[in-house]
DNA sequence: CGCTAAACGGAGTCACCCTCCGCTTAACTT
DNA sequence: AAGTTAAGCGGAGGGTGACTCCGTTTAGCG
């Protein structure tokens, strides 16, 4: 890869990053490509969907995130304590750009999408943490990880706030931990 | 209201059940428009946002699933499988049209539109369901409907399939009842 | 220094949303 | 039956964003 180029991507997904963050992951590509200073068709070149400039910005993030399950589920800890931390830091990795969840929740059936095989590596991760607690028997051995990955991505999806909220209705605010904690009630034996 | 504005409003409502049905509700609205044979501004004038067709599409499907809500309530069945039995027939009534679920759980919030108003008929229909077994005992008293209907939108939303899926993935399918069960097994005492 | 493949960029095409306004007509009045 | 008029109609037009294509530029090698 040309330095030039490099230089290109690395600036484009920075500027992502921020766009992501700011108006969650539905923001203009034209938009991102004018930030970062580059024609929309060196974007499409370097990324040629949505989903690949996604999965750039989250890479490092996301294998963190891989890295603490193995460590919860090889550290003697209890099974059940280690699941609820992860599942909290699985939700809240998926919470960071408004959108995301939903992105994630689509991609999570494609097999050969930088995207998708990111989304299975976290259904990997998690599958360890719940076998080993189905094997102490904390867990109900009718379920997968992939039940509750869908589970945790769907609170996520459903707290989400749409950016603009010009009628804010005085419906209380739905908790993502008290919803957790419905989840984790419900796959305990 | 004139005589060819209603047959024109109800052309368009019958269009618009179908083509939600077949193409889910993120449908054109210029082809909704064409298909009934009117302008794209006549649809306008009469459904001034794609929310207001969709209420209009989903109104008697809903009243009947809040009459059934309180015939639960009143009957002496017991309280779990009313609310098991309720939950069911709401999930599968999100799941009629793809991308229903992801438009009411955006309307929930809406005070003011006729599909928030639904809505919000469906909470105060559960909330029914909910106190009565709250009352017996037989859940937990730190949840609203509010919650376990978040929940089961969630579900819906996490299940639903895009259209095309051009690289399906060997993943096992979710079945919405599991989790639905998980939710219940979470909201019991 | 010259060459060339890699990279660039933005004009162009397409699809959809939504508004605005001049024309049409249902239906009431006399 | 004819006249009146406000309700209704429709589609052109303007805006936004996705994505492509291809003529131009340039990094980096020999």
Redesign the pocket.
């Known amino acids: 890869?040309?330095?030039?180029?490099l230089?290109?991507?690395e600036r484009l997904v920075e500027v992502a990053q921020s766009a992501f963050a700011t108006n969650g992951i539905?923001?203009?590509?034209?938009?991102i490509a004018r930030q970062a200073?580059?024609?929309?068709?060196?974007l499409?070149?370097?990324f040629?969907?949505?989903e690949d400039l996604i999965a750039a910005v989250l890479a490092e993030r996301y294998l963190k995130l891989t890295d603490v399950a193995l460590v919860l589920a090889e550290e003697r800890e209890d099974v059940d304590t280690a699941m609820t931390e992860w599942l909290t830091l699985l939700m809240e990795h998926m919470a960071i750009y408004r959108g995301l969840s939903m992105a994630v929740k689509e991609a999570i059936h494609d097999v050969d999408t930088a995207l998708g095989r990111t989304c299975r590596g976290m259904i990997d991760a998690g599958e360890l943490l719940l076998t080993r607690g189905q094997k102490a028997g904390a867990f109900r051995l009718d379920i997968t990880f992939y039940d509750v990955m869908t589970m945790c991505s769907a609170i996520v999806l459903a707290v989400e706030r749409r950016s603009e909220k010009p009628n804010a209705s005085e419906l209380p605010k739905v908790n993502p931990y008290l919803l957790l904690d419905i989840v984790l009630r419900g796959i305990r034996v």
Chains 1, 2 share one sequence.
Do not use: F, H, K, Q
């Open positions: 890869m040309r330095a030039d180029a230089r290109n991507r539905d923001t203009s590509l034209e938009e200073g580059v024609g929309i068709g060196t499409y070149r370097r040629p969907t949505r």
